[in-house]
């Protein structure tokens, strides 16, 4: 994913959250330190998870979702492939303009 930030950086923001990672929350941390992730990674608080709980509907991690200025979910990907990622955000970019 940091590849693909990077590569998208001046069109798209990226954010990471650290969702029910409690046990793995250093290996999650670990893992984006490792690739010199460049985005923001925060870790899910009650409230965060609340506001944001109802947008992962697969309940299974990673889990990507892409969403426009104004809030609407654009796609949702489960897993985490490169190609498909580049795919879905050249995409939306298409729709969102």
């Known amino acids: 994913m ?3 930030a ?7 923001g990226f954010l990471t959250i650290l969702i029910g990672l409690e046990q793995d929350r250093d290996a999650a941390i670990q893992i984006t330190d490792s690739v010199n992730a460049t985005f923001l990674t925060v ?4 409230n965060l998870f609340e506001s ?5 509907q697969s309940g299974y991690i990673p889990e990507t979702i892409l969403i426009d200025n104004d809030g ?5 990907i ?7 990622y ?6 939306a970019l298409k729709v969102v303009g």
């Open 2 to 4: 940091a590849l693909i």
């Open 43 to 46: 870790d899910a608080n009650e």
């Open 72 to 76: 609407n979910i654009i796609e949702s």
């Open 52 to 56: 944001f709980g109802d947008y992962f």
């Open 78 to 84: 489960v897993g985490g492939d490169e190609d498909v």
């Open 6 to 12: 990077e590569e998208f950086s001046d069109r798209v």
């Open 86 to 91: 580049r795919t879905a955000i050249e995409n």
